[in-house]
């Protein structure tokens, strides 16, 4: 299962011999009877926790299965924007982690993830926002996640393609977070793919779960489409589809099912070097590597599957943006997307143990999971090989029962 | 587009002049009940891939909430229906049976 090294001297070895001796970054296995574990979904979130198991637990009989394609669900949907500036402890801890782990997950993978700490703001434009990004900022600094509060003149010095006097929305300031930024997304996913399968594990693509099945209250196995594959532990780490897959295993989640979209210009000239979040308005931007301005906005009210959203938000959150950012309204749209993201009431995600023994979910990330998929994972393999884990103790699915909510809606009030 | 007929006031609204209420048909639990009802009544939700029950309010017409069946999968509204019902009507539910034939029933 040795898998080579990507290096410079990988490349121009290649380069001698026409690039014909590059090897598939994964293998394409058939499914096996029976895994220690199985991963419902090869996405970021479902494939970091498979890393993460045989990385740090050195369990490696581990499928990960995909209905799709790897990465196709909202791993290769988000706007990519990396950054922890949550208010509550149990955010912070969780969200700092995976930050600090993608600093360095191109070396940990052997793998580009083109991780860019450009820099990220959100733009205090009423007096509530200031007051409650302020507050966050205090917080920040006592859970030791460098943020600070910066007054107009330095956004249009770190942003000078923005508007700050308004009219609707002046820009009264920004919660600044420097080590924030973005990354390649499908790279991501394909890093950790690469990763697992080099670790013996198989990643099954095209492969769709059509039943959970357990015996006294204790999982067994899933039935597939690629048939029926036996199992210790399962992990359902599916995002806008756990509360189908949690149907199947017999027990209901606070969860519901949103549509989020997101777009992109045509790519222009470098013309903005750090993230631009805009919560009041409901957009945020930032510029690709080629160009693109990438542009995301606010979901859906109604529980929806489709992977497509309504037009009149995207007409909301450019409408706002070009407010903010007046050069970006004679700019054409390539594309516009949708996905779908998986909402809890207190907008804080779920790494839990389930009421069937052996059964895990890690979901709810709702619209800014992206971000948190190296912690995530990091979080999920713990609690899935130890029973417990630190970092997701407070994210249990039973915390809405005890009233223990994390209330995110200020820090995640709009989408990312 | 998502339009929707409001049965308060009879207008084909689009979902600009709508409002979601999310799941339709909860039974409520309050002070008495077990923190496992409580739950289930507050958070739980069926949240389902396929047909779906849910509350709406006209919310810049008329004001008023009235239930909507719709599918979640393809956005196909197979009909509304006044907020007092206390399940669907018959006839929405043959409906939907006709087209959904694998379909297992709305509680």
Not at chain 1, 380 to 390: D, H, N, T, V, Y
Not at chain 2, 44 to 65: D, I, L, M
């Amino acid at each position: 299962m040795a898998m080579k090294r990507y290096s410079v001297f990988a490349i121009a070895k290649e380069a001698m011999s026409y690039h014909q001796g590059w090897e598939r970054a994964w293998r394409a296995p058939a499914p096996k009877r029976k895994y220690d574990v199985v991963i419902v979904g090869a996405g970021g979130h479902g494939l970091a926790t498979a890393y993460y198991l045989g990385k740090n637990y050195g369990i490696t009989n581990v499928a990960i299965i995909e209905k799709g394609w790897l990465g196709g669900g909202n791993t290769g949907r988000n706007t990519t924007i990396i950054r922890s500036n949550y208010l509550q402890d149990p955010s912070a801890a969780i969200y700092e982690k995976a930050r600090s782990l993608y600093e360095t997950m191109s070396q940990d993978l052997n793998y580009n993830v083109m991780f860019s700490p450009r820099g990220l703001l959100m733009l205090g434009q009423t007096e509530h926002e200031v007051r409650g990004y302020k507050r966050t900022v205090y917080a920040n600094n006592l859970q030791g996640v460098e943020t600070r509060w910066i007054e107009p003149a330095e956004v249009k010095k770190l942003v000078p393609i923005i508007n700050i006097d308004g009219p609707r929305y002046p820009v009264l300031g920004a919660l600044y977070q420097a080590r924030g930024g973005t990354a390649r997304h499908d790279a991501v996913a394909w890093g950790y793919a690469r990763a697992c399968s080099a670790m013996g594990m198989d990643v099954i693509q095209q492969c769709e779960v059509t039943g959970v099945r357990s015996e006294g209250g204790k999982v067994v196995g899933i039935d597939t489409t690629k048939g029926a594959i036996d199992c210790d532990k399962l992990g359902l780490v599916v995002a806008g589809h756990s509360s189908v897959l949690a149907e199947m295993a017999g027990f209901r989640l606070p969860i519901e099912s949103l549509a989020l979209q997101a777009l992109v210009s045509e790519p222009i000239k470098p013309c903005m070097d750090v993230v631009v979040m805009a919560n009041t308005v409901h957009g945020y931007m930032s510029q690709s590597d080629k160009g693109e301005m990438v542009i995301g906005g606010g979901t859906d009210g109604f529980n929806n599957y489709t992977q497509r959203g309504s037009f009149h938000h995207i007409e909301e959150t450019v409408r706002a943006l070009i407010e903010t950012f007046p050069m970006i309204s004679r700019l054409k749209m390539l594309r516009q997307w949708g996905g779908i993201v998986d909402m809890t009431g207190d907008r804080s995600p779920l790494i839990s143990k389930t009421p069937i023994d052996g059964i895990f979910v890690n979901c709810g990330w709702g619209t800014g999971g992206f971000k948190a998929i190296p912690g995530s994972g990091w979080a999920m393999a713990e609690l899935m090989a130890r029973g417990a884990s630190p970092l997701a103790e407070e994210f249990s699915m039973y915390r809405f029962r005890e009233g223990k909510f994390i209330d995110e809606s200020v820090a995640a009030g709009v989408a990312h | 587009m998502l339009t929707l007929e409001c049965p308060c006031c009879g207008v084909k609204a689009e979902e600009t002049e709508l409002q979601a209420g999310g799941e339709a048909h909860l039974k409520r639990y309050g002070p008495g009940s077990s923190d496992e009802e409580f739950d289930g009544y507050m958070f739980s939700r069926k949240n389902p891939r396929g047909v779906h029950f849910e509350r709406w309010r006209h919310a810049y017409g008329c004001g008023k909430w009235f239930l909507a069946a719709r599918c979640t999968a393809t956005l196909e509204v197979f009909g509304t229906y006044p907020a007092q019902s206390k399940e669907p009507p018959a006839e929405l539910q043959a409906k939907i049976k006709a087209k959904r034939p694998g379909w297992e029933g709305w509680k």
